[in-house]
């Protein structure tokens, strides 16, 4: 059974860098009939694509968070990464890694929250 | 890109059928077939009930069901039952590699 896993520091200060990283167990990440992704949900609000990472590291971002996102991935450790940077109050969310395939996501981690605050 | 317009709040008694819309436009609904529903209940990672405008993963009930027309894809959920009180998202690819949410409709179970 397919499972992923955030994690990472669920409090960042103003203006430094967010980085959280996805563990996948139960399934290679090298599989070439997937994109991982991470997608956020601010409290009490709707979900919003962040970006996605292929096998072979090509990533795609939503043009809103482009110029603030990097996305990595890891084979070795079946791990993808998400560093967000100048981050502000407006990037306190819960944050999802999930599986996607065919622009659909059928599988979720648990997600986690990350609170930006001084 | 903006976000998909869906109603806020929807509901229905048990056993009724409700539908949610979710409206885009010409560049991600109405352009493309990869219109994905999502229901979370509250602390909840969100799960994929239908993708691709109609089709359904398996497990999920044949009660729901997807449609597409024009700009808007609508979510029908057949005979209510108390477990479907949640929260639902529509999604749509919407070219050069994006995609883009609707901002979601809490479906009550009256």
């Known amino acids: 059974q397919l499972q992923l896993q955030e994690s990472g520091p669920g409090l960042v200060r103003p203006s430094e860098t967010l980085s959280l990283t996805c563990t996948v167990s139960g399934d290679s990440i090298t599989s070439r009939s997937f994109y991982w992704d991470w997608v956020r949900q601010p409290p009490e609000k709707g979900l919003e694509w962040i970006g996605s990472v292929y096998y072979s590291g090509i990533t795609h971002y939503n043009p809103s968070l482009k110029s603030r996102v990097t996305m990595s991935i890891d084979p070795s450790k079946n791990q993808f990464s998400l560093k967000l940077s100048s981050v502000t109050a407006a990037d306190t969310a819960v944050y999802y890694c999930?599986?996607?395939?065919?622009?659909?996501?059928?599988?979720w981690g648990q997600g986690t929250l990350v609170t930006v605050s001084s | 890109q903006s976000a998909l317009t869906q109603p806020p709040s929807a509901s229905g008694s048990p056993g009724q059928s409700v539908t949610i819309s979710c409206t885009g436009t010409s560049s991600d609904i109405a352009a493309y077939n990869y219109v994905s529903w999502y229901q979370q209940h509250p602390g909840e990672a969100p799960k994929l009930m239908i993708y691709e405008v109609t089709k359904r993963p398996s497990g999920v009930p044949n009660r729901f069901s997807g449609s597409k027309s024009g700009n808007t894809a609508s979510l029908t959920v057949s005979g209510l039952q108390a477990e479907d009180e949640a929260d639902y998202y529509c999604c749509s690819y919407a070219g050069s590699n994006n995609r883009v949410f609707g901002g979601g409709t809490r479906l009550t179970v009256l």
């Open positions: 999930a599986r996607q395939r065919e622009y659909n996501y059928n599988y």
